[in-house]
């Protein structure tokens, strides 16, 4: 990771030792930047919350206080956005979690979008917006792989995208690589996308080849530019916006119906909806929205 740390004095006691405070000055500036680069807004009941889950950073770092610790996020913004945000929110994820969505994907969707594709040449795009360390993508690999064996769409150029702002999230999505005990989610018959390790990898199983083929893992923070121009078929943005304020959600929902073409899908969480914030979308079933035409 790039962080200007070096430029940081590091001779004082390191923090995190349960004498190191969170004052007011660097709350507030840690509360802006955050919901300037995160789009999370922390109220002031928030800051025994974001001292405690901070200590560690700190000492990682190995800075002496918050002071530091905000002068090296005034140094290098993008360098250590990541880790902040990691730090503060959860990458809490599992395969096939909220499993309606793949059965809804598996049934119906892909059998429909994989006739036309198949007829007029098009491309197949998924975008796992917010994909933590890779189960959601991955699971979606599967289901898609399975589709297009099963519908004779080998020939279908079919691709998801993986993004998420968290460094150590995307070094385990690109990894492949999980704990067994993290495959609970994946179906007997599933199981043959994962190959189990041996020696140094006893215990973890890493992701088939195919999956790897066509997941493309990649750092993007969903407040800031994107480079992609779309259309997507479905966007799966879900567990992701709990933290967000209704501007950031309302501005974030717009983005992503200007991506999806009429009829395109958006999957959010479970506790997650577009009721008040965006009308662009009509929903369809368990918190999966259709773009309206
Ligand atoms: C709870 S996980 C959800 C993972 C997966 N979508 C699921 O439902 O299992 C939320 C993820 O959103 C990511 N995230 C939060 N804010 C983000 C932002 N502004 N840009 C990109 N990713 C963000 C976090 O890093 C985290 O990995």
Redesign the pocket.
């Known amino acids: 990771m790039a962080v200007a740390a070096g430029a940081i004095k590091r001779d004082a006691a390191p923090a995190g030792d349960g004498t190191t405070l969170l004052g007011e000055a660097e709350f507030r500036f840690l509360r802006d930047f955050v919901y300037e ?4 807004a922390l109220g002031e009941h928030k800051r025994q919350l974001v001292q405690g889950r901070l200590a560690r950073r700190l000492r990682a770092l190995g800075l002496p206080n918050y002071a530091a610790y905000c002068a090296l996020l005034r140094s290098d913004p993008n360098g250590e956005l ?1 880790e902040l ?2 730090a503060i ?6 395969f096939f ?2 499993p309606h969505h793949y059965e809804l994907l598996e049934n119906e969707l892909l059998p429909q979008w994989l006739v036309h594709k198949r007829r007029d040449g098009d491309r197949l795009r998924i975008w ?6 890779g ?2 993508p991955y699971a979606l690999a599967m289901v898609l792989a399975e589709a297009l064996e099963k519908h004779g769409a080998t020939g279908v150029d079919a691709r998801i995208l993986a ?4 460094p150590q ?1 995307l070094e385990t999505a690109r990894n492949g690589v999980y704990p067994l005990d993290k495959l609970d989610g994946i179906s007997e018959e599933r199981r043959r996308w994962l190959l189990r390790g041996a020696g140094e990898y006893e215990g973890y199983a890493c992701v088939h080849p195919r999956l790897r083929e066509l997941v493309t893992v990649q750092p ?4 800031h530019d994107w480079p992609m121009r779309g259309p997507f078929d479905a966007i ?5 916006v ?3 304020d209704q501007p950031t959600k309302q501005r974030l929902f717009s983005r992503y119906a200007a991506l999806l073409p009429a009829g395109g899908h958006l999957f959010l ?1 479970h506790s997650e909806s577009l009721h008040g914030i965006n009308d662009d979308f009509e929903l369809i079933g368990r918190t999966v929205y259709r773009k309206r035409a």
Do not use: Q
């Open positions: 680069h995160c789009g999370i990541g945000a990691s929110s959860t990458n809490v994820t599992a979690r909220e796992s917006a917010g994909c933590s360390s189960e959601e993004t998420d702002l968290s999230a993007l923070n969903l407040l799966f943005c879900r567990n992701v709990i933290y967000f969480g």
